[in-house]
């Protein structure tokens, strides 16, 4: 201690080294200073306790305190040596303070996501869980005519024409398990006898064309379209629109019953569907201030336009642009009754002057190929008829395959009479051509891959062939392990089908959702 004030009171002149001794004598002396400050350090926490050695840290403001009150209790340290690593007072270093309020932090935020996720769990709890056997919310509502087999759905059915007025059709016989959902009716008693029309609820024009279809009097996508619209015309001259009530509303509520009415008779079609969305469309659309003579006569104008530019003008022009794809001395095989195909032969024969041969093939139970065959007789055009099992003995000579459509699905599936995707199928083994003739009012916005979802189930009666007088199956409805399966439509991929000839011109089935994107912009 006697060094240390003589070298305390030698003043600045002592303080600056001479030679090596005086520069050893202060390295030591430091040390020794170092020595005693943390020999007090350690009294001064053997005082304060063993919670002074682990103080317990508060909020952040309380450890700022802390570390301020632990830099006030400690000596200045000496610049002279490195004191990065030591603690102060408190007992933590400022990177150990850190550390613990950044996982205080961390540790407040995750309980505030727990609760988040408690909350949400919650919500989701009280929600009604769907079961497996209920559909989600994205998928569509499925249509009514392909879910026979829900009772839920049926009941519902029911209500609905209870509330219109409109009776229920009751089912025919026994079906097929894997088309159970598809309504099965029969043609042996007539309509009336099977339901009662109220006639205050259906107009008569619509009953007498319910009794057409359920009879299959009205055949053809076009002709059935073309009859509904032209009852549509009269149902629309004899409305009146009561009063307190506005035409654009009153009107499309009492279309409804007429169309549930049509659609238990037979099932829509896909190009009756879209003129019914177009008419309402239009309804919807019509102004106020128009009286209700004008508006009236405003819809029949729109409907008569309708007829002539989707069906007839379109026809017109799809016969301009398959006369291009026939050549004098083409063998072009048809199926069934497409009104367009025999329409587009007539035209190539009569005003083009072209000479080919047609090979008329048919089907059972329709046998729709007869009326091909008569009018194409009748036109001066050499047929040849035969049955669709014999299809494959007549191909090789076959040019191209000319075939009508019932509606052209938006994944490019042709929707057909039943029988054509086995043509397609066969006319593809045999490197032959496929063209499809359809309007665009056909092309549908469904999608369907199969033929077993969405179709229709015709009389299965009319399977029963008379054979001298005798009828192999006429007890088949007793026949607990017998079923007879009639089905009217197919879906043709697009990969048999070369070209699809349309109003628009020759365009491939991939751009079918071309043509409904430009439709609905358009309308």
Known sequence: MAERAALGGAGPEAATPEGPQATELSREEKLQLRKEKKQQKKKKRSEKGPLAETPELGPPSEAGQLQVAAHLASPPALADGPNNGEKPAG??????????????????????????AELSQAATAAKPRLTPTEPPSVVKRLPEHVQMDDPAAQRKLAKKLERQQVPLRQDYGTKVNLFSHLHQYSRKKPLTQQMSIPSTVIHPAVVRLGLQYSQGIINGSNARCIALLEVFKQLIRDYSTPTSEELSRDLVAKLKPHISFLN???????????????????????PDTLREEEAKEKLQDTIDKYLREKILLAAEAISRSAFEKINDNDVILVY?????????????????????????????PRLEGRETLRRLV?????????????????????????????????????????????????SKAYNVPVLVCCETYKFCERVQTDSFVSNELDDPDDLIVLRKGQAQLSGWAE?????????????????????????????????????????????
Not at 396 to 415: C, F, I
């Open 91 to 116: 007992g933590k270093s400022k990177a150990e303070l850190r550390a613990e309020r950044r996982a205080k932090q961390e540790a407040e935020r995750a309980q505030k996501q727990a609760k988040k």
């Open 264 to 286: 238990q008779c037979r099932p829509l079609s896909a190009s009756m569907g879209n003129a019914i969305k177009f008419l309402k469309k239009e309804i919807a659309c019509l």
């Open 336 to 364: 069934g009754c497409s009104s367009l195909v025999n329409r587009t032969l007539c035209d190539a024969h009569a005003k083009k002057g072209r000479a080919f041969r047609v090979i008329v093939v048919d089907s059972r």
């Open 378 to 426: 009748r036109k001066g055009i050499h047929c040849t008829y035969v049955m669709i099992n014999a299809i494959s003995y007549v191909l090789p000579e076959v040019s191209k395959v000319l075939l009508g459509a019932h509606a052209l699905l938006a994944n490019g599936s042709v929707m057909s009479r039943v029988g054509t995707s086995q043509i397609a199928l066969v």
């Open 479 to 523: 026949n607990k392990s017998l079923r007879l399966l009639n089905l009217v439509y197919d879906v043709t991929p697009p990969d048999l089908v070369d070209l699809v000839i349309t109003d628009l011109g020759m365009i491939p089935c991939t751009s079918v959702p071309v043509v409904l994107r430009v439709k609905n912009v358009d309308q």
